[in-house]
């Protein structure tokens, strides 16, 4: 409480960070995360094609069967259990990445002296 509050003139976040942030750092995660998503429903033998447009009619207990294009059938049971998987992949994926980059920035900046 001894320091005063900042100048509301002063920005909390550079352009350089906000470059770092979405330019470089962000995207690769995004990507990282993406294929780990697909990656559960291609291992099910749900292929990228099969999922366009069934976030309504399908993924829940009370669903349809749904078709892929090869012609196997998923019960609403198993969507549901890959809809799971699919998501703890997506959230380990985007954690991982950001642990992975945390401890490569604290690696390479100088040890600080007590």
Aim: hydrophobic share 40%; glycine share 6%; proline share 7%.
């Amino acid at each position: 409480m001894k320091v005063p509050p900042r100048s509301p003139k002063t920005k909390l976040v550079s352009n350089n960070l906000l470059f770092y942030a979405y330019g470089f750092a962000g995207w690769p995660v995004a990507v990282g995360c993406f294929a780990a998503y697909l990656s559960v429903y291609m291992y099910h033998g749900i292929m990228p094609k099969d999922l366009l447009f069934t976030h309504e009619p399908y993924w829940d207990l009370t669903s349809d069967n749904l078709t892929t294009s090869t012609g196997m059938v998923i019960p609403a049971s198993e969507q549901v259990i890959i809809r799971g998987q699919a998501a703890a992949a997506w959230q380990v994926t985007l954690v991982t990445t950001q642990r992975s980059r945390n401890d490569c920035a604290t690696y390479t900046t100088k040890p600080r002296v007590a």
